[in-house]
């Protein structure tokens, strides 16, 4: 399994395509169209929203688990794109029967709440939070009812009804675009009944079988429902645990746990950034590392190494090994630190994660500050090719957060990964 283990765009996309190479399926458990995946191969870019990030190697079997939210439209146009630049996904890619779908009215609810709340979380505006609240408040449309024409048809009025009305009651109006979208996604309807799967029946015959599986987190654990800064968090369980039940396996089949950190931190969207860059090195890291939001464009915030996030993460996910991804952006900075402990106003420090996210904006962290390597690492294939300062920073994660490094990535190709052991 691959997790981020911040607050997402660790870079998971690159990690799982590379791995990919050896799995025979490739399932996401949860989200949505939130995330973006870049993914380079060769001269072109990807940018994977709904699909897995294995999609990119030929004969894989792709699933979308249970626990993801589909955005039909959305889906198919990413399926179609890929199919016009020589993808063909038809017999590859599967999504469970029991997904939920998200409406086109999950969508322009997102922003109607988005536009109205006092404290804005910043999504994506992709409509997660109000489909996987109609999923919890049990009037959720999952791919099931498109088997039931009229129940289905019923389920989409209701739930078109029911946002019209949330809409007026937040005093905003429908432009007509809720009638417009719902006959698009009817429309598609046979084409998802043609994918339609059971992921789990699939995943574990696959695993009987001697074949091997990868299963994909989108977002990062600081983004956890449970676990993340909330409410500055997705709606679902980007968490290890949470693989288990988006694709419907028990969690005694999952034997490996790859977190994936990005060797410094960023964070898109609102809520605290403890170890975040002063306004000029913020600018500079987001050139370095061209830190713009795969889905949104919007700027990412930059800041230095969280240990304290990293350990917690370690904890939370029951890391088997650690990808540290970007480490080739610090390649010219002289010094580079790493967030220890987080400190409070009244002295105390502490090196746990705390649950309260408001005193969590008001920490300073205590800092590490090691000799940058000022060469250029996009060239290195092992441990051993690294500057000695690289190593020693690597080496320092590795020892604060008490996992193994498996994977070391130093580029956006394919062929620039340092592979562990
Ligand atoms: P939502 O998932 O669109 O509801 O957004 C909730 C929070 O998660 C916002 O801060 C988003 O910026 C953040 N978020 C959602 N998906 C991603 C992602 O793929 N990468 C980074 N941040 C994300």
Redesign the pocket.
Known sequence: MIVGCQ???EGKGKIVDVLAEDADIVARYQ?GA???HTVHVGDEEFILHQIPSGVLHDGKRCLLGNGVVLDLLQFFEEFDALAERGIDLAARVGVSERAHLLMPYHRVL?KASERRASEK??????G??PAYEDKAGRRGIRVADIRNPERFEQLVADGVERARAKLSAMGQEDDGTLDAAVTRTLELRDRLDVIATDPGWEIVHALDAGKSVLLEG???TA?DLDHGTYP????SNTTAAGAATGVGIGPTRITDVFGVVKAYTT?????PLPTGFDEEMDERMRQLGGEF????G?PRRCGWFDAVLARFSARVNGLTGLAVTKLDVLDTLPEISIGLEYCTEDGGCTREFPADTFALARVEPNYETLPGWEEDTTGCRSLEDLPRNARAYLDRIQELTETPIRMVSVGTRRSQIIHVD
Request: aromatic share 6%; proline share 0%; hydrophobic share 30%.
């Open positions: 607050w997402g765009d989200g939130n995330a973006g997102d979380i910043g999504t994506t505006g992709r997660i939070g989108a977002q990062g983004l500055f968090v997705t709606s964070r898109v969207g609102n809520g939001g795969a889905t949104t919007r």
